[in-house]
């Protein structure tokens, strides 16, 4: 059992860059997948990133792909989503989940969830 907590979120301007985290508690992080998901106001949960649990895989929404970067520091317990190039649709609440087995871009499939960070974008 794990449970994320994210930080790192927060006011960044149109083109900047921020770079949230997500710590979770429990010895067995390094055996679960790890996502990124984020939730604007009136909106579903949107697919952000995925990384495998060894951190050798990586997928991307279509929308942030070539802009953010996913990493994990399994010896910390943390994920890490570089956030670069924002754009004010990028504006959200961001969610950091964990799952057992393979990758996925279903929030559905997650099992664990972080209570999110805020970032907001201004132009």
């Known amino acids: 059992q794990v449970q994320p907590v994210e930080s790192g979120g927060g006011l960044v301007q149109v083109g900047g860059s921020l770079r949230l985290s997500c710590t979770a508690s429990g010895r067995t992080f390094s055996r679960y997948v790890m996502g990124w998901f984020r939730q604007a106001s009136g909106n579903e949960r949107e697919f952000v990133a995925v990384?495998?649990?060894?951190?050798?895989?990586?997928s991307y929404g279509d929308t942030v792909k070539g802009r953010f970067t996913i990493s994990r520091d399994n010896a910390k317990n943390t994920v890490y989503l570089q956030m670069n190039s924002l754009k004010p649709e990028d504006a959200a609440v961001y969610y950091c989940?964990?799952?057992?087995?393979?990758?996925?871009?279903?929030?559905?499939?997650?099992?664990?969830w972080g209570q999110g960070t805020q970032v907001t974008v201004s132009s």
């Open positions: 989940a964990a799952r057992m087995g393979s990758l996925s871009s279903r929030p559905n499939d997650y099992t664990y």
């Open positions: 990384i495998s649990s060894s951190g050798d895989w990586t």
